[in-house]
């Protein structure tokens, strides 16, 4: 008798609003895999999905279950939980979990249309990115882990900006507009997912040029949930102390405004007390929140030589690289993809290894075998 508890894939739900880079952290992410993710061959071409040999990524925009006129019609956004199917998302991802195929939607976004299903086949990893990964209960159960981009308002704007304004002639006007016209529904149903993320990659302006309003340097926060099976925070130094760090001494070239690090414990937020899976993960409990401990790596600044990576990357620990100068290697290889030289590249392609090695970890588990024998 063959047993199938090997061939079920690993779900892995990363969250964030649109344009704030999950595309670009779906690439680290397979190529931490070892191959580049591809759109399903023969297909639609207009399929949101992305296959490689290891990781099949989809995107719960084909969940939509209003399509772009009938959420003009019923006044919605696509933000709104009214306007996705949660309970196709559910069965779909479950059977996935399973190691059964699925027919799955496909949300047209050039027409706003929903185009005829696609046939989706168990990998080894099963990735849904979009608005809304953490956002049903009986989804986020599934999820072996889950990832959360909080980008702030200043650098969403700052991004959106140089994206349609630059590339695609909207008025600073009509930018703003748009996002002010999603932040209701933003701030209600996406945002709230960020308490039930293991790892959140958090993108605020520097605090090394007073001011700021740029949105090119950034400080970027790596918040690690602590306590998660099979993830061992990174740490600098020493771990679960307290420190600052500038690395602009003889190894790093750094040219203003210069580069900072912390990390440290730390809590993070979750909500209210009635909420019962937050009581459940819970470490402490204040009278309307509970906060969960948290290690958080930051880096403030951007590097100048790339190479140099590497004097950083040996100061840091528990990183799951196979060999020395993993990271660094990996930034090089992508060198072209946004925010290679700051916080955001770094902690995405971190993050990568960290659900490398997690994925390792639980195929070791079901088989009871030891994680080296279980290495992709
Ligand atoms: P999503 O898949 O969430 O829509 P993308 O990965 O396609 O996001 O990124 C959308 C745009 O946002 C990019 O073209 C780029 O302009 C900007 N962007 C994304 N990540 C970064 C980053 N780390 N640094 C700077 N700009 C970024
Ligand atoms: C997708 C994106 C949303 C975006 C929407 C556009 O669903 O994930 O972030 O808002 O498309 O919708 P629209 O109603 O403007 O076609």
């Known amino acids: 008798q063959v047993s199938c508890a090997v061939e079920q894939p690993i779900v892995i739900g990363l969250a964030a609003d649109s344009g704030c880079g999950k595309s670009t952290f779906m690439r680290r992410l397979t190529s931490v895999f070892g191959g580049a993710a591809e759109p399903p061959k023969g297909g639609n071409p207009d399929s949101n999905t992305l296959i490689s040999d290891t990781t099949t990524v989809i995107c719960l925009d084909d969940y939509h279950s209003l399509d772009r006129t009938g959420r003009k019609e019923k006044g919605v956004t696509a933000l709104d939980p009214k306007a996705n199917d949660f309970d196709l998302m559910y069965e779909q991802v479950k059977a996935i979990k399973e190691g059964k195929a699925i027919e799955k939607p ?28 953490m956002y049903d209960e009986r989804v986020r159960e599934l999820l072996d882990f889950s990832i959360y981009l909080d980008i702030s308002n200043e650098v969403k704007f700052a991004w959106k900006i140089q994206r349609d304004m630059a590339e695609r002639g909207h008025s600073l006007e009509s930018i703003k507009a748009s996002i002010e016209a999603r932040k209701p529904d933003f701030d209600a149903f996406i945002d709230p997912q960020k308490q039930y993320a293991d790892a959140v990659i958090e993108v605020l302006p520097t605090q090394l040029i007073p001011d700021d309003n740029e949105g090119k340097v950034l400080r970027v926060k790596l918040i690690m949930k602590e306590g998660i099976k099979f993830f061992n925070p990174v740490y600098l130094f020493d771990e679960g102390s307290t420190i600052n760090w500038i690395p602009c001494g003889r190894k790093l070239t750094c040219s203003y405004p210069g580069i900072k690090f912390s990390y440290g414990p730390d809590t993070y937020f979750g909500q209210e007390l009635s909420n019962r899976s937050c009581l459940r993960q819970c470490c402490t409990i204040l009278v309307f929140a509970c906060l969960f401990q948290v290690s958080v790596l930051e880096m403030d600044g951007q590097f100048d030589r790339l190479d140099e990576l590497i004097y950083v990357e040996s100061h840091l620990s528990n990183l799951s690289t196979k060999f020395y100068g993993e990271v660094t290697q ?44 279980a290495k992709v």
């Open 330 to 373: 990996q930034m090089l290889k992508h060198a072209d993809f946004p925010g290679s030289n700051n916080g955001t590249g770094l902690f995405q392609t971190i993050v990568g290894l960290k659900i490398r090695d997690l994925y390792e970890q639980i195929i070791a588990e079901r088989a009871g075998v030891p994680a080296e024998a």
């Open 106 to 133: 496909i949300y047209n976004h050039v027409t706003g249309l929903l185009d005829p299903a696609e046939l989706i086949q168990p990998p080894k990893i099963f990735v849904i990115e979009g608005l809304h990964p």
